[in-house]
Each structure stands twice: as C-alpha cells, then as structure tokens.
C-alpha cells in the first residue's frame, strides 16, 4: 500500500503562482510514476502533469509552458509549480501513484486550487 498526502492548494488570484506538494508513504519502491490529475466541478477527472521514476515527464496541452512537475525521490516528494494561474485551472487536484504491477493506482484526498479572476 502507498498512502498519498498533497497540500499546498489555495485561493489565489488570477496571474499567481501555486506550488503543490505530495508526500508518498508506505511501499514507496512499488512506485513507477507519479502525477497530478484534477477535477473541476461537472468535470472529469484529467490528467494535470506525470513524472515517471525515470524523470520523464509529460503535461496536458493546457498547462503547457506554465506547469512544472518534479519529484525528490530522497524525501519521496512529487511537487507541481504552478504558474500564471487562470480560473480555468480552478480545481480539486489529487496525487497519483502507479504502480510498477499495471492497473495499481494509488490516490491522495485532494488539495482545492482555487483562482480568482
């Protein structure tokens, strides 16, 4: 089991920067990638940024050039930087963790972004 705990979400205005962070505990060596997915009210679920163990990373096209992911394996840490926030990007984000065993994810609680036109 992997246990996720994200934090760092908040109200802010529109053009700020956010900088979430997701700390992962447990069996932290069955980790492969890691990643953000949000959720917007009537939305679904999509993916925001992933980082594979390896340091790949991949983005949506909307976050592109203003999102960055990275992770400190030392302090078994995934962080999205977030910046020129827009009310597009309002949202409930959650940490994700695959497993290295296919179709095993692992989910944080969420931590709400909220940006103020």
């Known amino acids: 089991q992997v246990q996720l705990v994200e934090s760092g979400g908040a109200l802010v205005q529109a053009g700020g920067s956010l900088r979430l962070s997701c700390v992962a505990s447990?069996?932290?060596?069955?980790?492969?990638?890691m990643g953000w997915y949000r959720q917007a009210p009537g939305k679904q679920r999509e993916l925001v940024a992933a980082?594979?163990?390896?340091?790949?990373?991949n983005y949506a096209d909307s976050v592109k050039g203003r999102f960055t992911i990275s992770r400190d394996n030392a302090k078994n840490t995934v962080y999205l930087e977030m910046n020129s926030l827009n009310a597009e990007d309002t949202a409930l984000y959650y940490c994700?963790?695959?497993?290295?065993?296919?179709?095993?994810?692992?989910w944080g609680q969420g931590t709400h972004v909220s940006v103020s036109s």
């Open positions: 980082i594979t163990s390896g340091g790949i990373t």
């Open positions: 447990g069996n932290i060596a069955s980790i492969n990638a």
């Open positions: 994700n963790a695959k497993a290295a065993t296919p179709g095993i994810n692992y």
